[in-house]
């Protein structure tokens, strides 16, 4: 009769016929270490000290006299001895015991995908199961089967990977990937391999034609910066200087800029299933693997190991800590929600930082092609996050010359996230303390522009010092960084408020192009097509922006707000503002909203609210003021603000 040990999954004996066999753990592990060594056999105390480690006065040479005894017995009854006992020598007999660990060493006589689909589905499944034994010489084993099991994995997948002729084969050799990546995630000749096997030199290609396109936005916004005609600025270079490629790889790595710097540091959080379903979270935790995977195309990257990713993922009260001891520089967050056929995958790239959403995409999974779409899937993930955390770690070459003017530019963008007069002078104050760290720090001089900007919007007085104050701190930016796309969104912000509309729009679309992700650009973009007089390609927009950054700050519903209003949807507008945090800074605009609607009442507490802060305000004045380009919108805007009572 002969036996099976399984060891992959769960440590069991069976017969022949399948049943389990009741033996100890400890009688089950002897065995599977003795079928591991060469002469199948070992001294007692060998494994004694393997089984329970070093102890005193010999408790371990007793309680291995008990096992052998409950063994001898087992084979007694069982009618067949599969490990023998002579003087102070165990040995295992293979003729009547057979194992799938003896399925992890080389089998030769094997077609090479044959033994890559046998060690697939083995190592697919934890080595021992839940056997934990706390000696130093079981822990030293395992490890060393683990690095056996890892090296002849890969001598496998090399010999194996040219022969996949199917979709079945396809999937054979991604899971087989995945399985190395997660013992060898850093190792460079792994690594090269998975590139292989993923095809990935079609990424880098990919890639490098991204920055391609994106020299050329960032020319195009040079050449639209010099071409301008402020009063007397200095103009930018009429040519931006791009960093050179060299190598496919190795590209990423020299756009994320030449400052001597630690590697960026991601971690894939696992995703959170918000359906019914749970195919769909099966399907999420297959993609998140292969975007790791994808990961493997760019050496300017380091990704937390997923083992370490999950067990932070599922313990959101130690994240920060996590993220903090790790180094972590950004996070990818994954969810599957809707219902039905209708399920979609949401994923966001984050700065830790400063809690800065980069990049984030819908994905529909109606009809998800397991072995195709989420292929094509997790190939565009790793590629859109890839080139944002690039563009993001060029931006931050600034940080690494002076952390000092750093951590003040970070200081004053707390205080600009609720938008109010005080909060604007103390977000300035700190800009000029980051500028007086670092003249040249791009970041600050466009963030101060932005507080400028702001003032004059709150102020409502129409200062028109107060937008030539933004556009030439902005313009100071962009000629510290040409391709920065934070200088041209606060230069369209200025123009968009002196009422030059087309320098304005075209501002922003470099803007865009050269950060297509940014929410807080979208945002301003979209505000700009609000005044421009484009109500729906705004609204679409800043949709958008909501969803890239779904704590969505003031600014953000008060355009979407101001858009719905030019579109004649009042009470889509009034909803947008009682989502604000602050809803008086859009008090004006909601006035006009239910004065529009007929709630003169409501309109009118809105009025006394507005000229309790501003006395002065006039109608007339202020829509002089204010940008429109075209004479409908005005007209709109006034017949409500005068229905209000202003």
């Known amino acids: 009769m ?41 001294y007692r105390t060998t494994i004694a000290r393997f089984l329970w480690g070093e102890t005193d006065n010999g408790a371990s040479d007793t309680t291995l006299r008990k096992l052998l005894s409950r063994l001898k017995a087992y084979q007694s009854e069982l009618g067949s001895s599969f490990v023998s006992f002579e003087g102070s020598t165990i040995a295992i007999d293979r003729a009547v015991l057979t194992s799938d660990i003896q399925l992890v060493r ?74 190395l990546f997660r013992s060898e995630p850093q190792d460079p000749e792994t690594l090269q391999l998975l590139l292989k096997i993923f095809n990935a030199e079609q990424d880098v290609e990919s890639l490098q034609n991204y920055f391609a396109k994106r020299r050329g936005s960032i020319e195009r ?94 313990n959101v009260e130690t994240q920060a800590a996590f993220f903090e001891r790790q180094a972590v520089n950004y996070v990818l967050e994954t969810r599957i929600s809707g219902s039905g056929d209708d399920v979609t995958l949401f994923a ?22 397991l072995l195709r779409d989420k292929r094509a899937i997790s190939r565009q993930i790793a590629l859109s996050v890839s080139r944002e955390i690039a563009r993001h770690e060029e931006q931050r070459a600034d940080i690494e010359l002076n952390p000092a003017a750093y951590h003040r530019y970070l200081a004053g963008k707390r205080d600009m996230a609720r938008m109010t007069l005080p909060n604007l002078r103390r977000a300035r104050k700190e800009m000029k303390a980051a500028l007086a760290a670092s003249p040249d720090f791009a970041p600050a001089l466009s963030a101060m522009g932005r507080t400028y900007s702001k003032e004059w919007l709150l ?32 230069f369209g912000v200025a123009k968009l408020l002196q009422g030059d509309f087309d320098e304005s729009a075209e501002a922003m679309e470099v803007a865009e192009a050269l950060a297509p992700h940014y929410a807080d650009v979208i945002a301003d973009h979209a505000d700009t097509l609000v005044h421009c007089s484009r109500p729906s390609m705004a609204l679409q927009k800043i949709e958008r922006a909501i969803e890239l950054n779904p704590l969505t700050p003031d600014m953000y519903l008060w355009t979407a707000a101001g858009a719905n209003y030019a579109l004649g949807e009042f009470g889509s507008s009034i909803d947008y503002i009682g989502q604000m945090s602050d809803p008086s800074l859009a008090d004006r605009l909601a006035a006009a909203s239910w004065a529009m609607m007929g709630h003169a009442d409501k309109a009118r507490i809105l009025v006394r609210r507005v000229r309790e802060a501003n006395p002065n305000f006039d109608v007339d004045t202020w829509l002089a003021a204010v940008p429109s380009k075209e004479q409908w919108h005005k007209d709109l805007y006034r017949e409500g603000l005068k229905k209000a009572g202003f």
């Open 221 to 314: 916004g040079a050449k639209f910066s010099a071409s301008d005609k402020g009063n007397g600025a200095t103009k930018v270079a009429a040519e931006a200087k791009a960093p050179s490629r060299n190598g496919a790889a190795a590209g990423l790595a020299a756009e994320a800029g030449s400052i001597a710097r630690a590697i960026p540091r991601l971690v894939l959080l696992p995703p959170s299933n918000q359906t019914v379903s749970p195919d769909a979270g099966l399907i999420a935790s297959s993609l998140i693997e292969d975007i790791t995977i994808g990961f493997c195309a760019f050496n300017s990257l380091r990704v937390i190991a997923p083992y370490s990713a999950v067990q932070v993922g599922h």
């Open 459 to 490: 102020t409502a007085r129409g200062d028109i010092e107060l937008l030539k104050q933004a556009e030439n701190l902005s313009r100071q930016a962009i000629e510290k960084r040409s391709d920065f796309a934070d200088g041209y969104r606060e």
């Open 2 to 42: 002969t036996f099976v040990l399984e060891t992959f999954g769960k440590l069991r004996l069976a017969g022949e016929d399948g049943n389990p066999i009741a033996l100890p753990e400890k009688g089950l592990l002897l065995l599977a270490y003795l079928l591991t060594l060469d002469e199948g056999s070992a």
């Open 348 to 369: 966001q790239l984050i700065f830790v930082d400063d809690a800065q959403v980069l990049w984030a995409e819908r994905f529909g999974l109606r009809r998800l092609d």
């Open 106 to 179: 080389e089998d030769e006589a094997a077609a090479p995908f044959a033994r890559l689909r046998r060690l697939v589905k083995l190592l697919d499944q934890p080595f021992l199961g839940p056997v934990k034994i706390q000696s130093r010489e079981f822990k030293s084993w395992v490890v060393d089967e683990g690095n056996r099991h890892v090296e002849l994995l890969e001598r496998t997948l090399r010999a194996a990977h040219g022969d996949a002729q199917t979709r079945d084969d396809a999937e054979v050799l991604r899971k087989a990937a995945v399985i």
